[in-house]
């Protein structure tokens, strides 16, 4: 797993972010610690052994999309049906 740490730094005391492959949250707040870095807060970035069994899946356009074009349908239908309106409107 990858870890991001965020501490200071014992020999200057500037603001330090750092980014471990550790096993746990306690391995990284070590290995941040050993780096010479006061441990302020250690987060989960990424669950790499997770992160590649996961597939990835495409949206197929779903409900949203079926919607889309059932407006634009319509759309169309009435513009269709009020052609002589619309000309007149527009000064044709």
Do not use: C, Y
Not at 5 to 14: L, P
Not at 24 to 46: F, P, Y
Not at 50 to 64: I, N
């Amino acid at each position: 797993m990858k870890f991001r740490v965020t501490g200071q730094n014992r020999e200057t005391g500037a603001r330090q972010i750092m980014e471990f492959e550790a096993e746990s949250k306690g391995a990284a707040e070590r290995k941040a610690d050993k780096a010479g870095m006061s441990v302020n807060h250690a987060t989960l970035i990424a669950d790499t052994v997770e992160a590649h069994d996961t597939p990835v899946r495409k949206a197929s356009g779903g409900v949203s999309g079926k919607l889309v074009w059932i407006v634009v349908i319509a759309v169309v239908v009435v513009a269709v049906m009020n052609w002589g309106r619309l000309k007149e409107l527009w000064g044709g």
